[in-house]
Protein backbone atom coordinates (compact mmCIF):
# COMPACT_ATOMS: atom_id res chain seq x y z
CA UNK A 1 0.00 0.00 0.00
CA UNK A 2 1.58 3.26 -1.28
CA UNK A 3 1.01 6.49 1.40
CA UNK A 4 0.32 9.75 -0.24
CA UNK A 5 1.64 12.80 0.80
CA UNK A 6 -1.04 15.45 0.42
CA UNK A 7 -1.74 18.92 1.86
CA UNK A 8 -4.68 17.74 4.55
CA UNK A 9 -1.96 16.03 5.96
CA UNK A 10 0.56 19.51 6.32
CA UNK A 11 0.72 20.50 9.99
CA UNK A 12 2.19 23.98 8.66
CA UNK A 13 5.74 23.47 10.33
CA UNK A 14 8.62 23.43 7.76
CA UNK A 15 10.65 20.71 9.88
CA UNK A 16 8.04 18.64 11.03
CA UNK A 17 6.39 18.23 7.46
CA UNK A 18 9.84 17.63 5.83
CA UNK A 19 10.54 14.71 7.93
CA UNK A 20 6.25 13.21 8.02
CA UNK A 21 7.10 13.37 3.93
CA UNK A 22 10.38 11.33 4.39
CA UNK A 23 8.38 8.73 6.23
CA UNK A 24 6.14 8.91 3.25
CA UNK A 25 8.94 8.60 0.84
CA UNK A 26 10.39 5.71 2.83
CA UNK A 27 7.28 3.90 2.78
CA UNK A 28 7.11 4.50 -0.94
CA UNK A 29 10.34 3.17 -1.60
CA UNK A 30 10.03 -0.31 0.64
CA UNK A 31 7.09 -0.54 -1.12
CA UNK A 32 8.00 0.13 -4.59
CA UNK A 33 11.32 -2.59 -3.41
CA UNK A 34 8.71 -5.30 -2.27
CA UNK A 35 7.00 -4.90 -5.63
CA UNK A 36 10.59 -5.74 -7.22
CA UNK A 37 11.22 -8.48 -4.84
CA UNK A 38 14.39 -6.66 -2.93
CA UNK A 39 13.96 -6.99 0.99
CA UNK A 40 16.78 -5.67 1.51
CA UNK A 41 14.97 -2.11 2.05
CA UNK A 42 13.33 -3.98 4.51
CA UNK A 43 16.05 -3.62 7.01
CA UNK A 44 16.85 0.14 6.40
CA UNK A 45 12.90 1.07 6.43
CA UNK A 46 13.27 -0.59 10.26
CA UNK A 47 16.95 1.39 11.18
CA UNK A 48 14.45 4.84 9.68
CA UNK A 49 11.53 4.23 12.11
CA UNK A 50 14.06 3.22 14.91
CA UNK A 51 15.94 6.43 14.66
CA UNK A 52 13.54 8.93 13.02
CA UNK A 53 10.65 8.02 15.06
CA UNK A 54 12.90 9.01 18.28
CA UNK A 55 14.29 11.98 17.00
CA UNK A 56 10.89 13.24 15.65
CA UNK A 57 8.65 12.49 17.92
CA UNK A 58 11.26 14.26 20.83
CA UNK A 59 11.17 17.35 18.64
CA UNK A 60 7.47 17.44 18.35
CA UNK A 61 7.96 16.91 22.30
CA UNK A 62 10.19 20.14 22.56
CA UNK A 63 7.58 21.74 20.80
CA UNK A 64 4.95 20.86 22.96
CA UNK A 65 6.83 22.11 26.11
CA UNK A 66 7.81 25.47 24.36
CA UNK A 67 4.08 26.07 23.56
CA UNK A 68 2.36 24.84 26.83
CA UNK A 69 0.01 22.79 24.50
CA UNK A 70 -2.79 21.44 26.75
CA UNK A 71 -2.89 17.92 24.56
CA UNK A 72 0.75 16.84 25.41
CA UNK A 73 -0.09 14.35 27.86
CA UNK A 74 -2.29 12.37 25.19
CA UNK A 75 -0.17 13.45 22.40
CA UNK A 76 2.95 11.39 24.28
CA UNK A 77 0.99 8.64 24.96
CA UNK A 78 0.21 7.84 21.45
CA UNK A 79 3.87 8.24 20.57
CA UNK A 80 5.29 5.77 23.24
CA UNK A 81 2.54 3.40 21.39
CA UNK A 82 3.83 3.95 17.99
CA UNK A 83 7.55 3.28 19.48
CA UNK A 84 6.57 0.48 21.08
CA UNK A 85 5.09 -0.56 17.71
CA UNK A 86 8.69 0.24 16.28
CA UNK A 87 10.70 -1.54 18.91
CA UNK A 88 8.17 -4.81 18.09
CA UNK A 89 8.69 -4.63 14.53
CA UNK A 90 12.10 -3.95 14.90
CA UNK A 91 12.88 -7.42 17.14
CA UNK A 92 10.51 -9.13 15.01
CA UNK A 93 12.72 -8.04 11.88
CA UNK A 94 16.26 -8.91 13.97
CA UNK A 95 14.70 -12.06 14.80
CA UNK A 96 13.48 -13.63 11.68
CA UNK A 97 14.62 -11.07 9.11
CA UNK A 98 12.60 -8.92 6.40
CA UNK A 99 9.63 -11.75 6.19
CA UNK A 100 6.84 -10.48 3.54
CA UNK A 101 4.43 -10.60 6.92
CA UNK A 102 6.88 -8.14 8.47
CA UNK A 103 6.38 -5.59 5.25
CA UNK A 104 3.05 -5.90 5.75
CA UNK A 105 2.80 -4.81 9.02
CA UNK A 106 5.42 -2.24 8.17
CA UNK A 107 2.95 -0.72 5.54
CA UNK A 108 0.49 -1.11 8.30
CA UNK A 109 2.19 0.33 11.15
CA UNK A 110 3.07 3.55 9.26
CA UNK A 111 -0.60 3.86 7.42
CA UNK A 112 -3.05 3.03 10.67
CA UNK A 113 0.06 6.06 12.50
CA UNK A 114 -0.63 8.37 9.64
CA UNK A 115 -4.27 7.80 9.97
CA UNK A 116 -5.08 7.79 13.45
CA UNK A 117 -1.94 10.31 14.29
CA UNK A 118 -0.72 12.26 11.96
CA UNK A 119 -3.84 13.55 9.98
CA UNK A 120 -5.77 14.14 13.39
CA UNK A 121 -3.34 15.22 16.58
CA UNK A 122 -0.22 16.23 14.54
CA UNK A 123 -2.45 18.73 12.47
CA UNK A 124 -4.30 19.65 15.55
CA UNK A 125 -0.52 20.71 17.59
CA UNK A 126 0.30 22.55 13.75
CA UNK A 127 -2.62 24.46 14.22
CA UNK A 128 -2.46 25.31 17.47
CA UNK A 129 1.09 26.08 17.02
CA UNK A 130 0.22 28.81 13.97
CA UNK A 131 -1.92 30.20 15.85
CA UNK A 132 0.66 30.79 19.43
CA UNK A 133 2.67 32.05 17.12
CA UNK A 134 0.44 34.46 15.83
CA UNK A 135 -0.16 35.87 19.19
CA UNK A 136 1.55 38.88 20.18
CA UNK A 137 3.44 38.75 22.56
CA UNK A 138 3.00 41.12 25.77
CA UNK A 139 5.76 43.66 24.69
CA UNK A 140 3.97 43.53 21.11
CA UNK A 141 0.35 44.25 22.39
CA UNK A 142 -0.22 48.04 22.48
CA UNK A 143 -2.32 49.78 25.40
CA UNK A 144 -5.58 50.67 24.64
Known amino acids: MALQWTSVLSVG ?4 D ?13 HDAMLAG ?21 AEDTLMLALGYPERERHLREHEAFLATVRELARRHDANGPTAV ?6 QAVATWVEAHVAVHDVALGA ?11 AERKPA
Open 18 to 30: AEHAEMFERMDRL
Open 102 to 107: LVHDVE
Open 128 to 138: FAREHLRRPTT
Open 13 to 16: IPEL
Open 38 to 58: DRAEVSRTIAFLREDAVRHLA
